[in-house]
């Protein structure tokens, strides 16, 4: 176990729908990253926020926005859900020396 | 932005052997790069990491080595198990503490046949 917890592990929706992603990064780390990873694929980077504010950001569409809050939890919001959106969703965290811990993943189905 | 390469994209070893895959990076400001091993349905792992002011990093049967001027960085790992099959990331990352972004490669499927 990591230390980072994400919910739900599995979410099913139709497309043109809206989901909200959640990461509990571990303890003491302020940086939370989400990666976007589709089957047999590689992880894409999607947007790093550090105590809050955000600090990087990479290919993340339009329509989905991230935020961290003030007990550095994250969320990714997904909307106009496509099928092509479908993938495991990944968060991870980090303190300083950068090495990055995932999160076991949010596993989105849009049908 | 940083562009990372990983070859070889699959790789199949005799239980024994060594295995070898190689990333190169395009930002020579990247001073953090880190391995990351992910088993089937499971999630990333760091396995290992090697920082800009280090050529070479052993950890039993996995070494990484680092040339900055040639910008490329490999893993090798001997005496391969099966238990080794899983897909390999190298990344390469830029900044420091919380500015730190990290870049990964395409990923590379490593299968150990027994």
């Known amino acids: 176990d990591s230390g980072v917890t994400q919910t739900p592990k599995h979410l099913i929706t139709a497309t043109g729908q809206r989901v909200t992603l959640r990461c509990s990064p571990r303890?003491?780390?302020?940086?939370v990253y989400w990666y976007q990873q589709s089957l047999d694929q590689g992880l894409q980077f999607l947007i790093q926020y550090y105590n809050g504010e955000e600090r990087a950001k990479g290919n993340i569409l339009e329509r989905f926005s991230a935020q961290q809050f003030p007990d550095l939890h994250s969320e990714l919001n997904l909307s106009s859900l496509e099928l092509g959106d479908s993938a495991l969703y990944f968060c991870a965290s980090s303190v300083d020396r950068g090495i990055q811990y995932f999160g076991a993943g949010t596993r989105l189905s849009v049908l | 932005g940083e562009n990372v390469e990983q070859h070889p994209s699959t790789l199949s070893v005799q239980e024994g052997d060594s295995a070898v895959i190689k990333c190169t990076y395009s930002?020579?400001?990247?001073?953090?790069f880190p391995w990351y091993k992910q088993e089937l349905g499971k999630r990333p792992q760091l396995i290992i990491d090697?920082?800009?002011?280090?050529g070479e990093k052993k950890d039993q049967r996995i070494a990484v080595t680092l040339n900055k001027t040639a910008k490329h960085f490999s893993l090798h790992i001997t005496e391969t198990q099966p238990e080794d099959s899983a897909v390999y990331f190298c990344a390469a990352g830029t900044g420091s503490g919380g500015y730190q972004k990290v870049t990964f490669g395409t990923g590379t499927k490593l299968q150990v046949i027994p």
């Open positions: 930002d020579s400001a990247s001073n953090y």
């Open positions: 303890s003491g780390d302020l940086s």
């Open positions: 090697i920082r800009s002011n280090v």
